[in-house]
């Protein structure tokens, strides 16, 4: 199992690589394709949205094919994506490209989640994420170099897309480790029907899940979409360097995420939720306050760290709360609420920043991050009223 969790963790790197590419493109990208800077919501939604569906039908995918095979050629396609995106001159096409490219990071994102927390400890999980957050901070470093070459920023796409066809051969010829992990939806105990998304939806506390993963990656995707158009055209950072420097973010996770996993071994994932999301709302305030802009840079560090440990945390007791034999069900739920919140955050910060300005920007981390936090701490509770009512 040791050798398929490292193969697992690349699957990851490969699913963050192109999670903050177009972010951090977009300065420039936005210049060769005649858009405005509002115009990197809808992409960003149209990406997102295809991260929801994908979440969805990955019930009935990773029971009809298994993890391994799912995860592999949703790498694959992610990879014709990326290197279709670095060829495209038109707005349009992009937007006809993010499609299947969300499609492809969902699954990886929730069949990889799902087999985590059915088959590996809270340190595994938060690792995972971390391995997430490295390849979404050398996505920006690998744009940032191209940006200040001669290849521009196709040439940042184009060696994300060979990294990823990599990754994708190395998944494939893993399949037969894969296959010795053993089952990867857990049957139903009794006479209990399987699970599906309508009977999951009833569990108690789900909703709260739900939600609280909507603010969280709401506010993760609003930072990681924006962080590098919001350094440059607000904070004065020439577009090479705030490409660069959005990678503070993203860079935070993966520090958070590394020794949150260490502090897993000792500490349950509640508390863990519990502070991550306080942080996250402190956090917000730094980036909210008029200061010099090295505090904005600052701010997204800290941001990182705090946001860290909240969706690794959550989709770790998704079987705990919710019972083994619902576990990918309730996965499937939970990624759509998340990317849900990933695809309408990107875009409201569009319409806002086209009403006022950049400034906006975090004033929405913010206003996602404080209900984050109280729902967060609601789906306990929900799962203990309905356990008390039915004994």
């Known amino acids: 199992m040791a050798t398929l969790l490292i193969i697992v963790y690349l699957s990851f790197i490969s699913l963050g690589l192109p999670n903050a590419l177009l972010g951090a493109a977009w300065p420039v990208m936005r210049?060769?394709?005649h858009q405005p800077e509002e115009a990197l919501g809808p992409a960003s939604m149209v990406f997102i949205l295809g991260t929801v569906i994908s979440s969805l039908l990955s019930n009935r995918l990773v029971k009809a094919f298994g993890t391994g095979k799912v995860v592999a050629a949703s790498v694959l396609l992610s990879a014709l994506c990326l290197a279709l995106v670095s060829f495209t001159g038109s707005y349009f096409a992009l937007i006809l490209i993010m499609i299947p490219l969300g499609l492809a990071c969902g699954m990886?994102?929730?069949?990889?989640n799902g087999f985590v927390a059915r088959h590996y400890k809270a340190i595994h999980m938060n690792w995972l994420h971390c391995m997430w957050g490295l390849g979404a901070t050398i996505g920006p470093i690998i744009m940032s170099g191209s940006l200040k070459g001669p290849s521009g920023w196709t040439g940042g796409f184009r060696t994300v897309a060979i990294l990823q066809v990599a990754l994708a051969a190395v998944l494939f010829l893993s399949l037969p480790i894969w296959r010795r992990a053993g089952p990867d939806i857990a049957?139903?105990?009794?006479?209990?029907?399987?699970?599906?998304?309508?009977s999951t939806f009833r569990l108690p506390g789900i909703a709260f899940a739900m939600a609280a993963l909507f603010c969280f990656v709401g506010f993760e995707s609003t930072v990681g979409v924006w962080a590098s158009t919001y350094l440059a055209d607000y904070k004065g950072f020439d577009p090479a360097t705030a490409s660069l420097y959005s990678s503070l973010f993203f860079a935070g996770i993966t520090i958070g995420r590394f020794f949150t996993g260490l502090i897993a071994l000792k500490v349950e994932s509640r508390p863990i939720i519990r502070l991550g999301a306080l942080a996250s709302v402190l956090a917000g305030i730094l980036m909210v306050l008029p200061l010099p802009r090295?505090?904005?840079?600052?701010?997204l560090l800290l941001l990182g760290i705090a946001n860290a440990p909240l969706f690794p945390a959550m989709a770790h007791l998704t079987p705990q709360r919710f019972g083994q034999e619902n576990s990918q069900a309730a996965m499937g739920l939970l990624m759509?609420?998340?990317?849900?919140?990933?695809a309408l955050?990107?875009?409201?910060?569009?319409?806002?920043?086209?009403?006022?300005?950049?400034?906006?920007?975090?004033?929405?981390?913010?206003?996602l991050a404080v209900p984050g936090f109280w729902l967060s701490q609601q789906i306990d509770p929900a799962i203990h009223r309905s356990q008390l009512t039915s004994s």
């Open 345 to 367: 955050a990107p875009p409201l910060a569009s319409l806002l920043v086209r009403l006022s300005s950049l400034a906006v920007i975090p004033w929405l981390v913010l206003a």
């Open 294 to 299: 090295v505090f904005a840079l600052i701010a």
């Open 187 to 198: 049957p139903s105990p009794g006479d209990h029907p399987p699970a599906t998304l309508r």
């Open 108 to 112: 990886i994102d929730t069949a990889a």
């Open 336 to 342: 759509a609420a998340a990317f849900m919140g990933g």
């Open 31 to 33: 210049l060769a394709l």
